[in-house]
């Protein structure tokens, strides 16, 4: 299932995000702000653990996180910039890498680094990349994690594509994705229509 983060203040940020005309210092903060504000749907069903604090005027029952629990494992470059989003809200949670980029002739993914916390299995880990195109990067920085033999994974992005979508869930039916919008398909070269076009490149300003 295809979980659609539809909240108005994650819709107004994409539609910004989207503009031809953001330029990389605010591209970089809406992102890093909707990730933080996806990352409330993707934890909701985390686990809680009770304990008592002391008020000012008494003893009172709650309930917090376990923060060991969770791993943010961004697909590089375009993922760094939501792992930052999200260790906004969760500062210390573990972060993974993993390094791939799409040959631009046959759009598949090219792995060239991995560095990931050494107790990655025994974590839920949340997987973050803006733009789930063909998936085959997804695809693959998954498949790296299943055989790390993590078992709990999800994986959040921005902007997905059916073609995307479907490949997906195809290798890893498994995993849950979490997106701000499903686009209309993907053009000759691999882009997602309307998108917002290459996340690397608006982020860092490297075209
Ligand atoms: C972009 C994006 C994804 C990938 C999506 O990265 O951040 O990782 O493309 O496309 P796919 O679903 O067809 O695999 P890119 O390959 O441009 O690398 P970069 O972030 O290093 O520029
Ligand atoms: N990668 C991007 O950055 N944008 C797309 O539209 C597709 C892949």
């Known amino acids: 299932m295809v979980k659609l983060d539809d909240h108005p203040l994650v819709q107004h ?9 953001t330029q990389p210092k605010e591209f970089r903060e809406l992102l890093s702000e909707i990730s933080s504000l996806m990352l ?4 909701r069903d985390l686990p809680l653990k009770e304990v008592e604090v002391e008020t000012p005027l008494g003893k009172a029952r709650g309930k917090v996180l376990n923060n060991k629990d969770l791993a943010i494992v961004p697909i590089l470059r375009a993922g760094l910039v939501m792992a930052e989003g999200m260790l906004q809200i969760l500062p210390s949670a573990k972060v993974g890498h993993i390094g791939l980029y799409r040959d631009p002739n046959t759009l598949q993914p090219v792995q060239y680094y991995t560095k990931l916390p050494e107790d990655i299995n025994e974590r839920e880990v949340v ?14 920085a998954i498949s790296i994690l299943k055989s790390k033999q993590v078992k709990n994974i999800k994986f959040v992005c921005i902007i997905a594509a059916p073609e995307g979508i479907k490949a997906f869930k195809e290798i890893h039916p498994d995993v849950e994705i979490y997106t701000a919008a499903v686009d209309e398909y993907l053009n000759d070269h691999g882009y997602i229509v309307p998108g917002l076009g290459d996340a690397g490149d608006r982020l ?3 075209k």
Not at 40 to 43: C, D, F, L
């Open 204 to 206: 860092f300003g490297t």
């Open 127 to 140: 997987v973050v990349d803006p733009m789930l195109a063909t998936g085959g990067s997804a695809i693959a």
């Open 13 to 21: 940020k994409l539609t910004k995000l989207r503009d031809k005309n």
């Open 40 to 43: 409330y749907e993707v934890t």
